[in-house]
């Protein structure tokens, strides 16, 4: 008797922010990657399926995104430009963490 089937992986890759195409919120999206892998034994042996969506945070909404899309997503978080939503404005003297001295550290 040979046992054998699928089973599916979600990997989240990014969250991004970006004004949702179901509801018109500018929310919080995540970036999915769905992968379908054939199993003998229970043991996966070889993905045969691979798709990407995102989601909207606020309402759940998902929608189907074509791999170079994810791709062009993933690089836009690389960059710190969340799609039309960037990097909130920095008050004037602010400096990140890690940057620069900490007056109340000695």
Known sequence: MIIFGTKGYLHQLAVLTMVCGWCGNPAAHTVRK???????????????????????????GERQIPKEEADRLLAQHAAGQDGAYGQAPRQPGFTPPGQGQNPYQR
């Not at 769905?34 to 759940?60: E, H, I, N, W, Y």
Request: charged share 10%; proline share 7%.
């Open 34 to 60: 769905r992968v379908t892998k054939f199993t003998l034994f229970f043991v996966p042996l070889f993905p045969f399926s691979t798709k990407f969506a995102t989601q909207c945070t606020f309402c759940g």
